[in-house]
């Protein structure tokens, strides 16, 4: 697993990790970039090429020149784990990031078969 830094607008790079599928049933990629002075994790847009992440619960389009995309270099490498709220975070969860000094990780959940990623700070409900 390691972060290659992208190009806005570029195509996406093969070995990208596949986070699941968008609503049309569309490989999901996952990036993260800075938003002000936060590092965040979010999709990749497949059309624009931009990091998409969630500011004041509002979806927000990252156009900078650079992003960083999650890749899987040995397959299958990375898996998601299922928690639900009041669990702890797995030992081995990937860090992408930190808020407040708390580790941030990268969460997923599946609304109507698709499946929607962003970030999740340990100890924040």
Known sequence: MAWRSCV?????????????????????????????????????????????????????HVVRDHFDVLMDEEPLRLRWQEVTKGDEMPRDALVVAQYRRKDEYLGRVTIDGAHYVGRNIAGFS
């Open 8 to 60: 806005c607008g570029n195509r996406i790079p093969g070995r990208a990790f596949v986070a699941g599928v968008d609503e049309e049933g569309h490989p999901l990629h996952v990036a993260r970039g800075l938003q002000g002075r936060l590092l965040l994790p979010g999709p990749l847009d497949r059309i624009q090429r931009t990091l998409v992440v969630c500011v004041n619960q509002d979806q927000v």
